[in-house]
């Protein structure tokens, strides 16, 4: 069984350079050996890195509470009605969606079928033994072509959404020459048996738009080497989501800019960062398959992608305010369940800039 490290340089090898998103690809998802594919436990405290789920079940609950009553809008009768989870990880946030349905809306639980499209066996296995007490609502699909090919059914009604997976998709590297004033790739090679970044020179016609119409007063400033990051991959993604939806909601959580902020000047290297045991590393080629790599989404994008596609942006927001408004609607309608120090403490780490608070974003899009 090979390791991405071997796989990387064999494919660099044959080819002499790959893009970094390749390099990415195969260091978070590489079959049996990637990042994502071994580290079951990388997440908390004991792990490389802390998400929403990890501070406890509260976020779940509270999308629960959202997500019934989204659903409760649909007026949907005598069918089932569905929860779409993109990268559920271990399954945690899926039983704490479902435990506080199950026990706060019974009679909506009881119609409701959640899918999780996880294209990984390993993570499929995962889930699988941590949903077990709700295994006749489950379903799982490897991808949404998948999905539609399995169930014969080319669209779906209900919610899609996904948290902190697009942040983890492949990103292209881009670099500006000051001096010429052109872009070119970042790529990785390998020099002195160790991996090194290299340029990739390519067209104009070849780069991606966002980069290729950017104002001409904006790249006077860009010093050289100045360094962003495309994502096609999370566009796509995005954007098959939204096909697929034939009325619902399309909803992502997760690291992320708009395109005004995330051109800006003072940005000079990007927002790819490696994560190893709670540090943050810029040594983003050392050591592929053991550490986390991601990048910040370009929400301008992927909101781009779902209006193009048809969809209605309703919501994008800190996620601060997304839990909070739904919060504050919770508190209205008396029906959360009771409120104690524990989920007190849980939102505040959820809320406060100086935890998840500062760079979480939340887009909401419906057809």
Not at 5 to 17: A, C, H, W, Y
Not at 265 to 286: E, K, N, Q
């Amino acid at each position: 069984m090979k390791m991405p490290t071997e796989i990387i340089r064999e494919e660099i090898g044959k080819n002499r350079v790959i893009t970094f998103a390749r390099f990415m690809e195969l260091a978070l998802y590489c079959p049996k050996t990637g990042y994502y594919e071994t580290n079951k436990d990388n997440v908390g405290r004991a792990g490389d890195f802390i998400t929403s789920v990890s501070t406890g079940e509260l976020f779940g609950q509270l999308l629960a509470f959202q997500f019934a009553q989204w659903l409760g809008e649909f007026k949907i009768k005598n069918s089932k009605l569905k929860i779409v989870e993109a990268g559920a990880h271990d399954g945690r946030l899926a039983a704490d969606i479902l435990n506080w349905l199950k026990l706060q809306r019974p009679e909506l639980f009881a119609r409701i079928e959640y899918i999780i499209l996880e294209p990984s066996a390993p993570r499929q296995a995962w889930q699988n033994e941590t949903l077990k007490p709700f295994a006749p609502h489950l379903h799982w699909f490897t991808d949404f072509e998948n999905l539609k090919l399995k169930t014969q059914n080319s669209k779906l009604t209900g919610i899609i959404f996904s948290n902190e997976l697009l942040d983890a998709m492949p990103v292209h590297r881009f670099g500006w020459d000051a001096a010429a004033k052109n872009w070119f790739e970042w790529g990785v090679t390998v020099e002195r048996e160790k991996f090194a970044w290299t340029k990739i020179q390519s067209p104009e016609s070849d780069l991606p738009s966002a980069i290729c119409h950017l104002p001409s007063a904006l790249l006077e400033v860009f010093p050289d080497n100045y360094t962003i990051e495309t994502s096609p991959a999370a566009e796509n993604w995005w954007r098959e989501a939204a096909e697929i939806l034939a009325h619902g909601k399309l909803l992502a959580i997760d690291y992320g800019h708009t395109a005004d902020e995330i051109f800006s000047p003072g940005r000079t290297r990007g927002t790819l960062r490696a994560y190893f045991r709670h540090h943050v590393s810029d040594d983003l080629l050392a050591s592929p398959g053991e550490q986390d790599l991601t990048a910040h989404v370009n929400f301008s994008a992927i909101q781009k992608a779902g209006e193009d596609a048809g969809l209605k942006t309703e919501n994008f927001c800190t996620q601060p305010q997304f839990l909070t408004q739904i919060l504050g609607n919770a508190v209205k309608e008396k029906n959360f369940g009771e409120w104690n120090a524990r989920r007190t403490r849980q939102f505040q780490t959820l809320t406060h800039p100086e935890h998840l608070g500062r760079a979480f974003r939340v887009l909401v899009q419906s057809r």
